[in-house]
């Protein structure tokens, strides 16, 4: 990062902002379709259970494997739980695949997917979401490279003197074509990794890009890097939404799910960056 601005400064102000919005938005509570509004609404609360699809997903959604309390954890649980808590019904899981995640939907067998989903235009034809994450990226370099040593933001990277290195067959080089079109950009084969940091070590590029939730990981395991934007976290580039998907034609369903998501959205903010951050 640049000199004067730290990770946990920045991640520590995020939490402190979430936790103090929670006071004011926890006072309003969603509103539960009565009773023969919803078919959905009134057939979760007969059987006395939310059936949610589940698949573990990090930062997301995250499967406990230590045999003893709460099955899963993450934002989306987080969410989960707060919609049964207002329906007054407990959560059911659902185990599901990648492949099946969507499909089962349309089946019945679940009332919710809470398995992350990038929403889609092809997706968003077969089924409705309630938003409450993104999945986004950051651009990395050296912090000793010279070419940014004027770089402040995202777009001063708009130039023809630097290289970004990205890994063939992601959508990130038609994303950098259009945002930073001035920018040299070079495909390397995948090797495994989060990003191929051995490009900006050999100096064969100046910017790698990168998942915003690996950026602290990566800060704490590679000295004398900076990013772009200095607040990754909350990096709008290439941002994709992330949501709970449910069945088509559900108006009143699907509207009390995104109230309960507006709603607890700094409780969801804050469970993401504790998970991001390992705090």
Not at 203 to 226: C, F, H, I, Q
């Amino acid at each position: 990062m640049k000199p004067g601005i730290s990770t946990r400064a920045v991640l520590s102000a995020a939490m402190v902002f979430a936790l103090t919005a929670t006071t004011a938005n926890m006072a309003i509570a969603a509103d539960v379709p009565a009773q023969g509004v919803s078919q959905r609404v009134d057939e979760i609360k007969a059987r006395g259970s939310l059936r949610v699809a589940v698949l573990g997903e990090m930062p997301w959604l995250i499967e406990n494997t230590a045999g003893e309390g709460e099955a899963f954890s993450g934002p989306s649980w987080v969410l989960a739980n707060e919609y049964a808590k207002q329906l007054g019904v407990s959560l059911e899981l659902v185990p599901v695949s990648h492949e099946t995640k969507i499909p089962i939907i349309a089946t019945g067998q679940v009332d919710v997917t809470i398995a992350p989903l990038s929403i889609t235009a092809e997706r968003e034809k077969v089924v409705d979401f309630a938003i409450y994450s993104k999945s986004s990226i950051c651009l990395v370099g050296k912090a000793s490279d010279p070419k940014l040593a004027d770089v402040a933001t995202v777009d001063d990277l708009n130039r023809d003197d630097i290289t970004m290195a990205f890994f063939v067959g992601t959508a990130v080089e038609p994303w950098a074509n259009g945002r930073l079109p001035n920018m040299q950009v070079r495909g390397v084969g995948g090797t495994g990794a989060t990003a191929p940091i051995e490009e900006l070590q050999s100096g064969r590029a100046n910017v790698v890009p990168l998942d915003n939730t690996k950026w602290p990981e990566l800060d704490k395991a590679v000295s004398g890097l900076t990013v772009f934007p200095a607040d990754c976290l909350a990096s709008q580039e290439m941002a994709t939404p992330v949501g709970h998907a449910i069945d088509k034609n559900q108006p009143e369903f699907l509207a009390f799910l995104r109230a309960v998501a507006e709603e607890v959205q700094p409780l969801v903010t804050a469970e993401e960056i504790r998970v991001i951050t390992g705090e």
